[in-house]
């Protein structure tokens, strides 16, 4: 069994509304041995794909974009969420909702950072309804590069997110699929 | 000379207020081939210290800290600054100011992620007046573990940070000083 699947299954926490706390090891915490074996993944799945740059969203998708990025061999650019006084204004941008927080935000990647025709893997680490990776699509398709694949750690497929990504055509590799929650229980695609 | 040297004299922006912007190549775009430097550097400075988990705040530390935890096969956890729904009261706090964005936030690890006794890495990207380090260091004394080091990637020497924790007896270790802007120059010590 991989390391996620054992840490998904031990120490992950579910509370109201179907969210599933894996702070212990992915987004507070960060497991060394984990964010190895999800660059090793990733890297493998994604490696004919020429990839030129790998682009996620902040905050918890930094650490796993550049453990991924150091198996291309390219620079990571992460989207940010905040309106910091030293990001100029010369930014693509895109509307992104957070079910988890219940808000809406804009994130932001200046212009300089994506160039015409990169090849773009997106690396994020849940998948839900999907609102954060459509925005880095928005993104990344407002910037005339391609997007040539999308890597989730964890994917929640009772919600729609993975789903649609699939109908429309993008190459989703989800490390885990997340089939239900039921009786507090995890109950995960093999 | 090194490669953050190298992308400091070349493409660091230099903002009023004294503000570097460093973002094509450390906290917005991430640059592999500097995060791997960074990683070795750290590592050659602190690596029999004995260090059993690496700390740093969201979002530019992350980055920096999983790719040093890589060298020390230790965990990273980084300190959360907003009100997410889904992170318990569990937490130790710190009050930090930011300059850069001339506001207070309120930062916060939870309790289970840091051990009394551990010895800890602090891993950040600037360090000018030390308010974030100040702000870590506060958090690991409140959980009784021990700061074992500091690195930073970019100090301004100028200001008062460094000076501060050097005299406390920390052990810092910065990748580059800059001790002084002259002429839209950064002056950087050798």
Redesign the interface.
């Known amino acids: 069994m991989s390391k996620l699947y054992q840490l998904l299954q031990q120490d992950a926490v579910i509370?109201e509304n179907s969210?599933v706390?894996v702070?212990?090891f992915l987004n507070?915490?960060?497991?060394?041995e984990l964010?190895?074996e999800i660059r090793d993944q990733f890297y493998e799945y994604f490696k004919d794909k020429k990839i030129d740059k790998i682009i996620t969203c902040?905050?918890s998708g930094?650490?796993i974009?550049?453990?991924v990025?150091?198996a291309f061999?390219?620079?990571?650019?992460?989207a940010?969420k905040d309106e910091?006084?030293?990001?100029t204004n010369n930014c693509y941008t895109a509307p992104v909702f957070s079910y988890?927080?219940?808000k809406e935000s804009v994130i932001k990647?200046?212009k300089?950072?994506i160039q015409a025709n990169e090849n773009i893997l997106i690396i994020d680490d849940f998948l839900a309804n999907g609102e954060a990776v459509a925005g880095l699509i928005n993104i990344v398709q407002q910037a005339h590069a391609h997007v040539r694949g999308i890597g989730i750690v964890i994917e929640k497929g009772f919600q729609q997110g993975g789903q649609r990504l699939r109908e429309k055509g993008f190459d989703l590799y989800s490390l885990a699929i997340i089939d239900a929650i039921i009786e507090n229980q995890l109950i995960m695609r093999v």
Do not use: C, P, W, Y
């Not at 910091?84 to 990001?87: A, D, G, R």
């Open positions: 509370l969210i706390k702070d212990s507070h915490q960060m497991n060394i964010f190895e902040e905050a930094i650490g974009a550049i453990m990025a150091q061999r390219v620079n990571v650019v992460f940010k910091s006084q030293i990001l988890t927080k219940n990647i200046d300089r950072f």
